[in-house]
Structures are given as structure tokens and as C-alpha cells.
């Protein structure tokens, strides 16, 4: 049977008019599977709507590598420049800077205009966006939202956008919470991000909805923009948030970059193109080389990366917290003993949930990464158990 168009947009209103209503109730942490239950109907919810929603879908089935030389024409024409990196497809992390030669530390790698730079400033070219920008409290008060709703303001122009060869470089899909499947989430139930991961998934869903809710009103805000009903989806919304969650970074409303690169004022959300093609040791807006690279290597920390990936993590806070301070404190040796004790039974109850981990299933990627983040974990209490074992605390009391 062969649904219209009408029935379709009407399947896909009461579907978000449901979320709206049912997701403004806060889930209580002290519920047993009170997350679980949570993350089954937005899935439910999620699932509807997709399934409405497929015949107004935009094919994602290409090769980024495909817009490569287009992108590079673009960023060149726009003053875009790379100094000894470029990018290329590496297997298993799909697209990143890789060294064209080797380089020194301090070098300068690549260094963008800021008008190139994609703010929600982009929409403010329209009236109608202007004054939502301006009215709705959500977009108001949370910039990675309002960046979100840029990156589809600028995709629904097509090749009208001043970003377009750039939007058709960005990866179809991403390794974010957005993507997994009930089998994904089933695996990383035992993991401390469980929760959050299924907050990020309830208020994404959550988000759309809303929007979707203005859109169709009989006096819809969006009246005069390029979103419609026929493109705003569900598809299209987790695309442009995941990719606002994976390359957000900070510019200064005003002002330039300091000689070391610190910005004078960090709180406008963009995208910046060509450079968010690395993965980060700080969030600057040049790029200067930490260490030394060889002609080949990709620029990128392996040993956090997949960390960050799965928590949607910040690769530079992440390393930071590799350097924290320690200072000296007048704790007793009696204190420090119990200290010990607690918490290597703390670590090592912990450590017993992660015995046995679910099979992994080669045919879904989200679930495998959702195995390597456990992993991960697992090894991580494993060391910090160890180190309880081998440190210094007296043996005495």
C-alpha cells in the first residue's frame, strides 16, 4: 500500500507531538532500567519516524574522496591554506591530515580565514532565521543547537551556500551515540557513560521534535527559510548534531589570536573547515605541531582517540587530565592506608562487572566500538588497580 505525502507529514507530526509531551519528564536516576525504559521508546520513537520519513531521505551513498579535489579547490580559492599535511582516507579512521613530509615541532600546518569559518552567524542572511535565531529560547541559549541549525540552513541551499563543496566533504555518518542500535546500547549498559549516552540520544530526539513541531504550526517561524517538512528529518538533524558533537570548536566574537594562539574571548561555536580534518591537541584555531612528525603519519593521539570517539569526548581535556597537578597535603599514614584499601575494593567491584562482555557481532561497527570502549575501561581499572598495588604508601599503620 502506497502512503501519500499527506498521511506521511501527518504519521510524522503525531509522532513528534508525542515525544515533545513525554520527554519533558525527567527520568529518575534511582529507578531501576529507568534508562533502559527511557532509551527504548525514544528508539521506538526514532524508529517511526525514520520509517515515515524514507521517502523524502537524502542519499548518502557516496565517497567522500569522491568531493576531495573539489574541497581542496575550494579551500584554496577561499585562502585556505596547509603547510606540509593534507588530506587523505586512513583505514579505519576514515579521513584526517596525514604529513607530506616530516615535520618539526612548531611548524605552522594550516591556518584559516575566519570568514570561512561556519558560525550561526550564517543565519542571520535570512530574516525569518534572524529572528528565531533571535526568539526561540532554545536557540537562544544553547549554541551547539543553533549551530546545528545552521549546518541545515546552509545544506538546504544547496549549492546556493557558500559552504557547499565543505558540507559535502563532512563524513554521511558518524561513531556517535546518534547511530547505535539497541545492540550497541545493550553492550555498553555495564559502562559509566551508559546514562549519558542515552541523555544525548533523549535530548537530540527531544530537540528535533520541538523543531519539527514549530515547523508544521499554522504560524510556523520557519515561513520564508529553506526548511520544509519534506527535508527537515530526522536523518538530516542527527547528521548536522553529530557533526556539530564531533567538530565544534570555540573562535572569539572579536579580536584576533594571541602569538601563542590563546583566543581573547572563546565562546562563538564553528566549524572550520581543513582544520577540523585533525584530531586535536588543543582547541585553537591554528594549528602548530606539539611533537615531531614523520612524512606518512597521521596527526592524531591513538591511544586516547578511541575513547574520545565513543564519549564524544574532548581530545585535548582528555590529554590534560594526563598532567594534573599533585601537591602535598598533611594526610596521615593511617588515613592513607584506609584511602588504599577503599579504593581498591572499589576499583575491584567495579572491575567484576566488566567479566564477562557481550559477543561481538563483526556485521554491526557500533557495537564493536562499543566493545573497544569497554575494553578500554576493563584495562583502565585493571592499571589503576596495579598502580594501588605498587605504590608507596606505608605498610604499617
Known amino acids: ?42 528508539k521506538s520513537a526514532v524508529d517511526a519516524l525514520i520509517d515515515a520519513q524514507k521517502p523524502f531521505q537524502r542519499k548518502f551513498l557516496r565517497n567522500r574522496m569522491d568531493f576531495k579535489q573539489e574541497f581542496e579547490q575550494w579551500c584554496k580559492k577561499n585562502s585556505i591554506k596547509t603547510f606540509g599535511v593534507k588530506p587523505e582516507a586512513v ?7 596525514v604529513a607530506t613530509e616530516d615535520i618539526s615541532q612548531g611548524k605552522l600546518l594550516v591556518s584559516v580565514p575566519r570568514k570561512e569559518m561556519l558560525t550561526a552567524g550564517s543565519l542571520k ?6 529572528h528565531l535565531l533571535k526568539d526561540d529560547p532554545i536557540l537562544n541559549n544553547m549554541n551547539n ?9 546552509e545544506l538546504f541551499l544547496g549549492k546556493k551556500s557558500h559552504w557547499y563543496e565543505y558540507l559535502r566533504f563532512l563524513p554521511t555518518e558518524y561513531s556517535v551515540p546518534l547511530y547505535f542500535d539497541e545492540e550497541a546500547f545493550s553492550a555498553l549498559k555495564i559502562s559509566a557513560f551508559f546514562d549519558q549516552a542515552v541523555n544525548i540520544y533523549s535530548s537530540i530526539v527531544r530537540q528535533y521534535s520541538y523543531f519539527y513541531q514549530l515547523l508544521i504550526d499554522r504560524s510556523s517561524p520557519f515561513r520564508g527559510t529553506p526548511f520544509k517538512e519534506t527535508n527537515f528529518t530526522f536523518e538530516n538533524y542527527r547528521w548536522a548534531a553529530s557533526t556539530v558533537m564531533t567538530r565544534i570548536n570555540f573562535i572569539p566574537l572579536q579580536g584576533e589570536f594571541s602569538e601563542a ?25 591554528d594549528v602548530k605541531v606539539h611533537r615531531i612528525f614523520w612524512g606518512g603519519d597521521e596527526m592524531f593521539q591513538p591511544s586516547i582517540l578511541q575513547f574520545a570517539i565513543i564519549h564524544s569526548a574532548d581530545v585535548a581535556a582528555l590529554e590534560e587530565m594526563k598532567n594534573l597537578p599533585v601537591g602535598k597535603a598533611p594526610i596521615s599514614e593511617q588515613l592513607q592506608l584506609k584511602a588504599k584499601s577503599f579504593l581498591k575494593n572499589r576499583l575491584t567491584l567495579l572491575l567484576s562487572t566488566y567479566v564477562k562482555l557481550p559477543e561481538e557481532n563483526d556485521q554491526n561497527p557500533s557495537q564493536k566500538l562499543c566493545l573497544a570502549c569497554l575494553d578500554s575501561e576493563k584495562q583502565l581499572l585493571q592499571h589503576a588497580i596495579d598502580a594501588l598495588e605498587t605504590c608507596t604508601f606505608p605498610s604499617e599503620i
Not at 583505514?91 to 591530515?97: L, V
Not at 542572511?125 to 534572524?130: E, L, V
Request: glycine share 6%; aromatic share 6%.
Open 261 to 285: 594562539g590563546a583566543a581573547l574571548a572563546m565562546n562563538e561555536p564553528a566549524l572550520i573547515p581543513m582544520w577540523d580534518l585533525f584530531n586535536h591537541e588543543r582547541d585553537l584555531a
Open 125 to 130: 542572511s535570512c530574516p525569518a532565521m534572524k
Open 91 to 97: 583505514e579505519n579512521y576514515g579521513i584526517g591530515m
Open 145 to 153: 543547537v543553533a549551530l546545528t541549525m545552521s549546518i541545515l540552513y
Open 1 to 42: 500500500m502506497v502512503i501519500g505525502k499527506d498521511e506521511i507529514l501527518s504519521r510524522c507530526g503525531i509522532i513528534t507531538k508525542d515525544v515533545v509531551v513525554n520527554l519533558t519528564i525527567d527520568v529518575q536516576s534511582n529507578l531501576k532500567n529507568a534508562h533502559w525504559d527511557r532509551l527504548i521508546y525514544v
